[in-house]
């Protein structure tokens, strides 16, 4: 089993980290490998997007080419999971912020995000998330965080602040709009090793 964080930009060790206790607590293993080029992601069997840039991190994954390896294992059912940035990378659509600058997106998902969604005021929190697939809440680390505005039916909803909703899944893919990997709390990364391990 291998797990590919897009290590071009953004918070990558939190991830690795996270995905090691994951791992050490379920007492599975698993090689984890982080990608800045291409030649890497056909050879993995999960994958993650950090938080960081969306728009640099989208610039960076076209320019190394790996955006068509990324659409080819989204295709094969590999498990992907995006958080903060991450998940704008995988929606298909954007706000007027994201279309005035070609940003650049994978469509992984059929979702539209505002990027910038939780405004100055809000730029970051932490709040108690009721998440669907989990019993209790889940404390959440929100930095500049962006908001599924639009989700088309194949879209399951897992969680929403005040109609805003931050946290999705369709088929192999997997959204945040927090970073569960700035937590202890290993819930949402066991989630997604389900998906690889179940
Ligand atoms: N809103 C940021 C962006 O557009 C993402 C912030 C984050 O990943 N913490 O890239």
């Given at each position: 089993m291998r797990i590919g964080v897009i290590a071009i930009q953004g918070d990558v060790s939190e991830h690795v980290e996270s995905l090691e206790r994951a791992l050490a607590e379920r007492g599975a293993t698993a090689e984890i490998v982080t990608i800045?080029?291409?030649?890497?992601v056909p050879t993995c069997d999960g994958l993650v997007f950090p938080g960081g840039e969306s728009t640099t991190l989208g610039r960076l994954i076209l320019r190394e080419g790996i955006d068509v390896e990324i659409k080819d294992a989204k295709e094969k059912g590999i498990p992907i999971m995006g958080t903060c940035a991450g998940l704008i990378l995988t929606a298909k659509a954007g706000d007027s912020q994201v279309e005035k600058t070609h940003q650049h997106l994978?469509?992984?998902?059929d979702i539209k995000v505002n990027?910038?969604?939780?405004g100055r005021q809000f730029e970051s929190f932490e709040i108690g998330l009721d998440i669907s697939f989990l019993d209790s809440p889940y404390n959440a680390v929100f930095i500049r965080a962006p908001a599924i505005t639009e989700a088309g039916e194949g879209v399951k909803v897992l969680a929403s602040i005040d109609g805003k909703i931050v946290a999705a899944e369709q088929d192999n893919v997997l959204a945040f709009a927090f970073h569960p990997e700035l937590t202890d709390d290993m819930r949402v990364h066991q989630y997604f090793l389900d998906k690889l391990f179940n």
């Open positions: 800045k080029h291409k030649g890497i994978l469509g992984l998902m990027r910038n969604a939780f």
